[in-house]
């Protein structure tokens, strides 16, 4: 085990470790929509978790790095609060909020970080665009709400460790890159019924169940 210090906080950990894990694994939140620790190379596509490490020049995205003896790391500098804003708002600016019909209401990963950056969901620096489609219902089992999803990918992943092959991918480019469900057809039916992992992953509301209540997520 090795000593690292995050915000004057001595912390042990295993060298190497992830230091985005370890910083929540000791009760350190850092704001964060990608990462997942099964992930062998997370993809720092959110640009949240950003730190600042002793001897680095500017912040680096937490999720990238790995813990080295004596690393010295602040969560709570301006630099990293003012990218992490930023990428908030990048984030609310093509988002539908509309939480109280949301499944993910009071769960949702979105409304933490808001509350904790001190941002309003609703911010007023950035004009707001939305994807045409609301919903996509074209799957038996599931809805798909794109103005709703912040693209991290972990739908995909949970997918793919599940049933060997994601039965869902990112289609499109851009700003209207979209999650999209594929599989379903002749000697492979969507298996989606039994399974909803995607459903349980996803840090916002953006994936429900057919049926499902808009205000619940079960
Ligand atoms: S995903 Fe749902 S609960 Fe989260 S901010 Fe968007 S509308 Fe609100
Ligand atoms: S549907 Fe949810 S889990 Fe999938 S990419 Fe969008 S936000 Fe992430
Ligand atoms: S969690 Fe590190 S960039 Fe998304």
Known sequence: MIKISVDNKEIEAKEGANLLKTCLLNDIYIPNLCYLDTLEHPPASCRLCFVEIEGRHGPVPSCQIEVFENMVVKTD???????????????????????????ANKKCELQRIARF???????????GFLKDQETMDDHPFLNHHPNRCV????????????????????ADRGFKTLIRFYGGKGSNPFPCNQCRR?????????????????TAKS
């Open 77 to 103: 500098t301006p630099a990293v609060r003012r990218l992490q804003r930023t990428a908030l708002e990048l984030l609310l600016s093509v988002h539908h909020v509309d939480c109280g019909h949301c499944p």
């Open 117 to 127: 950056l001190k941002v309003g969901l609703k911010p007023k620096r950035l004009e």
């Open 151 to 170: 693209l991290c990918g972990k739908c995909i992943y949970v997918c793919r460790e599940a049933h060997g092959t994601p039965l869902m991918d990112f």
């Open 198 to 214: 995607c459903i349980e992953i996803c840090p916002v509301g953006a994936i429900s169940a057919k049926g499902q209540t808009e």
